[in-house]
């Protein structure tokens, strides 16, 4: 029987099938390519213009190879967007995909440079959270992206502490940027492992998560060749959300779910956000007041536990909190409420007024972000309480999980600013548990985009679009809004 709300969802053609997988292979190995011409190598200054970037050295070779190899990969990922042939072949896919981007230099960001510098910082004496890299001493800052070389860290204890450890056993640079290059691995790895469970769980087709989650051009490109730690963040987080799935209300069990969450959100502060409906889940039978605050009590131990812990072996304290508010630094229109600012600061310039609008705009998009992470718990848990006990066994993780997807949606749109690998949080914990494979398309789509976003030396394209592109998101806002509108207005309609 089809799920409600499907399109046909048969088995995939094996002609289709193949034509995708090498699709994307030669798609992996253009980037690759593209990579060791004109990617993130050390001390290679970022492109300033696209003119600049065909001027460069291989650099009609390098643009070629990365737009004919973003196009291949992405279009291949698209083309079984409702579904692998099966969980295996998702897997062998996905792993066939990223073999050669392993041996790329660094893709579409500089970052790993930072997190080298800071795990120098921090062996060296000096407290990332207080001095940017320049001031620390750090002898690889030149590899830095200009805009991060003065700010403190925002990262958490745990992913400094694995940052440190990179830097004591790498040697140098280049050993450094390998094994927080493994640590990405890893955590991509345990992310992979922990995605058939909390599917089936849900009554999600494996093969369908696995490959919207695994197989996302983002995944190879900025997880995997960018070394980013959003990687190590999600695998964590997801490990800790099938402890809870697979053994609810269990005291040692929420501990340890507890533990890896915390250990989450010592990597990356976004993971709080699913915290509240970690909660959820971790109730076993009848969803009640008491028993949300017994068995999230004990969650909440093992994730204050995981931070006290960190926080004391690195001897850093909070302070990774300060750095959060300069993560904002960078204004551009991929982040919805900076490009409503930019338009109103553009209306502005047109009648000689300057109303510096991106800081206000930024902040009323945290405060509604606030007020929907609120709504979407509620309405989350109102879910659960219609349940009653454990009757439909897959519906209880499935609302949980769902809420904290849209959550982790939301905090990525609602933030000051947007990278293409932020959307790797949302899409994995959607990809399992959206059940109607009609209703993928509206977040596999924005991923995609983001696919296209950043050159291989880390350039954002967005830099060179920031007029055009922040009135384009402007419209598409004002559109969203008004849909939601007219929605909510014919739903509250009488029959």
């Known amino acids: 029987m089809s799920e409600p709300g499907a399109v046909p969802d048969g088995p995939v053609r094996p002609v289709a099938a193949a034509l995708a997988r090498y699709a994307g292979l030669a798609g992996a190995v253009l980037l690759t390519v593209a990579g060791w011409l004109g990617g993130a190598l050390p001390d290679t200054p970022a492109v300033t213009s696209l003119g600049a970037a065909w001027r460069a050295p291989h650099g009609p070779a390098v643009l070629g190879c990365w737009l004919v190899g973003t196009v291949l990969l992405v279009g291949a990922w698209w083309s079984l967007r409702w579904g692998a042939p099966s969980g295996r072949w998702a897997y062998l896919t996905a792993g066939l995909w990223v073999l050669p981007l392993l041996a790329a230099p660094p893709l579409g960001s500089r970052d790993v440079y930072s997190y080298a510098c800071q795990g120098w910082s921090w062996t060296h004496g000096a407290d990332p959270y207080r001095v940017g890299v320049v001031a620390a001493g750090c002898p690889w800052a030149d590899s830095v992206s200009p805009i991060w070389r003065d700010t403190p860290a925002p990262y958490g204890p745990f992913f400094v502490l694995l940052a440190g450890l990179a830097v004591l056993l790498g040697g140098g640079l280049v050993g450094t940027v390998v094994l927080l290059r493994v ?3 890893a955590g991509v790895l345990l992310a992979a492992f922990c995605l058939p469970g909390l599917a089936r769980a849900v009554g999600v087709p494996t093969r369908r998560a696995v490959w919207l989650a695994l197989a996302c051009p983002l995944v190879g490109v900025h997880l995997v060749a960018g070394a980013h730690n959003d990687a190590v963040g999600l695998g964590l987080l997801l490990s800790g959300l099938l402890v809870l799935v697979r053994r609810p209300g269990r ?3 929420l501990v340890v779910a507890g533990l890896l969450l915390g250990l989450a959100v010592s990597v990356k502060a976004v ?18 007041w008491r028993a949300l605050l017994r068995d999230g009590g004990r969650l909440a131990g093992g994730v204050l536990a995981a931070l006290v812990v960190t926080s004391l072996a690195t001897g850093l304290g909070p302070g990774w909190v300060r750095g959060l508010a300069r993560s904002g630094d960078s204004e551009q229109w991929t982040s919805p409420p900076t490009a409503v600012g930019l338009v109103v600061d553009y209306a502005g310039a047109l009648v000689g007024r300057e109303p510096d609008a991106v800081p206000v705009v930024r902040a009323v998009a945290l405060a509604v972000l606030a007020v929907l992470l609120v709504l979407l718990w509620w309405r989350a848990w109102t879910a659960l309480r219609r349940l009653g006990g454990a009757g439909q066994p897959a519906a209880r993780p499935r609302v949980a999980l769902a809420g904290a997807g849209l959550a982790l949606a939301a ?18 914990l959607l990809a399992v548990a959206t059940v109607a494979v009609a209703r993928t398309v509206w977040f596999v789509a924005p991923c995609a985009v983001a696919a296209v976003l950043t050159l291989p030396d880390g350039t954002n394209l967005a830099r060179f679009t920031k007029a055009p592109g922040a009135i384009l998101m402007t419209a598409l806002v004002v559109a969203v809004v008004v849909v939601a509108a007219l929605r909510a207005r014919r739903a509250r309609r009488p029959c």
Do not use: D, I, M
Request: contains cysteine.
């Open 183 to 185: 640590v990405a691995v």
């Open 251 to 253: 005291p040692r069990t």
């Open 411 to 428: 905090t990525v749109l609602l933030a000051p600013v947007f990278h293409p690998w932020y959307a790797t949080w949302p899409l994995a």
């Open 271 to 288: 993971a709080v956000v699913v915290l509240p409906f970690a909660a959820l889940v971790a109730v076993s039978g009848r969803c009640t």
